[in-house]
T-cell receptor, first 114, second 115 residues
Framework: AQSVSQHNHHVILSEAASLELGCNYS??????LFWYVQYPGQHLQLLLK??????LVKGIKGFEAEFIKSKFSFNLRKPSVQWSDTAEYFC????????????FGKGTRLHILP | EAGVTQFPSHSVIEKGQTVTLRCDPI?????LYWYRRVMGKEIKFLLH????????ESGMPNNRFLAERTGGTYSTLKVQPAELEDSGVYFC?????????????FGPGTRLTVL
């Protein structure tokens, strides 16, 4: 069955540190890739997405992610985190040209120390 | 533009009782999805409506769960009778069908606790 694996369940960083959250998926076909974020007390919201084209995708709030097809990976990066980035981050996929259901990873809780 | 709304935000019920969750999608969105996150696990797909029709209900855990979307607007998810393992956060999401959108917009979720 298709699955998404996030490498870290809980990450603690100081402000201004660089961030990289790992994500790998298992599916042999073509996928759409997403990172969602849930800030404390708020909705899940889309951070960025990749459907096709340039594998380096830029999202909101200075985040970016790189799709490496050969590694089945879609890691999320930010060069300098802020306290306001404290949230839970979810990597997710949908299977192109198939059903629309989103397959999520377990999430990574990111805590930024001021 | 109003986002996806869900009601209630929290529900605490006893095992064996019935609970009905409601989701109002973004106006004009034909696609409506239900997902659930059990504590410590990933968010999992339950089902997908296109307008009032069930497109995919492969994620529904068992026949204690009944989802409806009469008239193709809001949707309800009923759990009857509720069991302890049904506790979790139930998310609803919606997306456009035309023009086609692959972005699903999520509601705030309903936290269900079954005692």
């Amino acid at each position: 069955a298709q699955s998404v694996s996030q490498h870290n369940h809980h990450v603690i960083l100081s402000e201004a540190a660089s961030l990289e959250l790992g994500c790998n998926y298992s599916y042999g076909g073509t996928v759409n890739l997403f990172w969602y974020v849930q800030y404390p007390g708020q909705h899940l919201q889309l951070l960025l997405k990749y459907f096709s084209g340039d594998p380096l995708v830029k999202g909101i709030k200075g985040f970016e992610a790189e799709f490496i097809k050969s590694k089945f990976s879609f890691n999320l990066r930010k060069p300098s985190v802020q306290w306001s980035d404290t949230a839970e981050y979810f990597c997710a996929v949908t299977l192109q040209n198939r059903d629309d259901k989103i397959i999520f990873g377990k999430g990574t809780r990111l805590h930024i120390l001021p | 533009e109003a986002g996806v709304t869900q009601f209630p935000s929290h529900s605490v019920i006893e095992k064996g009782q019935t609970v009905t969750l409601r989701c109002d999608p973004i106006s004009g969105h034909d696609n409506l999805y239900w997902y659930r996150r059990v504590m410590g696990k990933e968010i999992k797909f339950l089902l997908h409506f296109v307008k009032e029709s069930k497109q995919d209900e492969s994620g529904m855990p068992n026949n204690r769960f009944l989802a409806e979307r009469t008239g193709g607007t809001y949707s309800t998810l009923k759990v009857q009778p509720a069991e302890l393992e049904d506790s979790g956060v139930y998310f609803c999401a919606s997306s456009q069908d035309y023009p086609r959108s692959d972005t699903q917009y999520f509601g705030p979720g309903t936290r269900l606790t079954v005692l």
